[in-house]
T-cell receptor
Framework: NAGVMQNPRHLVRRRGQEARLRCSPMKGHSHVYWYRQLPEEGLKFMVYLQKENIIDESGMPKERFSAEFPKEGPSILRIQQVVRGDSAAYFC???????????FGDGTRLSIL | EDQVTQSPEALRLQEGESSSLNCSYTVSGLRGLFWYRQDPGKGPEFLFTLYSAGEEKEKERLKATLTKKESFLHITAPKPEDSATYLCAVQAMDTGRRALTFGSGTRLQVQP
């Protein structure tokens, strides 16, 4: 019974490049959430998606960041033209329904050179 | 704006020394309060959900309680393997909002 799978676990990018972070939810989970944890800060919500729909993106920066959860395949968090301030741990969570606990993956640690 | 404050920031206990972690919250209608455990380099691991004041949940040496303003995580006779950061989060009742608002956590260290 696999948990939430995120890859890659570590990603290094140079300023200006694109970063793609992938998340496969737990089996049977159709709700996906992305959170960011900056160094020495708590987890901050970014976006909530269901299959093919963005439900709440109130925590997502307006520029350079986008997310998708296609009908087939993993959810993708995409960061274009990365800057040093994007360095953080990005966590994905999934749940079976809106009132059910969110279960987290082990995150992708993004480092920007 | 939803807010979660956890105290203390860090706690060092001797093995077997019971204690409590505090989570104070402000939310516009509470849908649920969640406790997670996070080990270094790992994602948060779900522990409990509490929905209404007076509710209690237990799991091994951990017991979570909820009032209208705060939640406590009681740790009874802790062991070194209980060392971790414990996170508290709230989810608001607002329609469409499913985001969790997290506190900064309590770093617990249990010494043998």
């Amino acid at each position: 019974n696999a948990g939430v799978m995120q890859n890659p676990r570590h990603l290094v990018r140079r300023r200006g490049q694109e970063a793609r972070l992938r998340c496969s939810p737990m089996k049977g989970h159709s709700h996906v959430y992305w959170y960011r944890q900056l160094p020495e800060e708590g987890l901050k919500f970014m976006v909530y998606l269901q299959k093919e729909n963005i439900i709440d993106e109130s925590g997502m920066p307006k520029e350079r960041f986008s997310a998708e959860f296609p009908k087939e395949g993993p959810s993708i968090l995409r960061i274009q033209q990365v800057v040093r301030g994007d360095s953080a741990a990005y966590f994905c969570a999934s749940s079976t329904g809106v009132d059910q606990p969110q279960h987290f993956g082990d995150g992708t640690r993004l480092s920007i050179l | 704006e939803d807010q979660v404050t956890q105290s203390p920031e860090a706690l060092r206990l001797q093995e077997g020394e019971s204690s409590s972690l505090n989570c104070s919250y402000t939310v516009s209608g509470l849908r649920g309060l969640f406790w997670y455990r996070q080990d270094p380099g790992k994602g948060p691991e779900f522990l409990f959900t509490l929905y209404s004041a007076g509710e209690e949940k237990e799991k091994e040496r951990l017991k979570a309680t909820l009032t209208k303003k705060e939640s406590f995580l009681h740790i009874t006779a802790p062991k070194p393997e209980d060392s971790a950061t414990y996170l508290c989060a709230v989810q608001a009742m607002d329609t469409g909002r499913r985001a969790l608002t997290f506190g900064s956590g309590t770093r617990l260290q249990v010494q043998p």
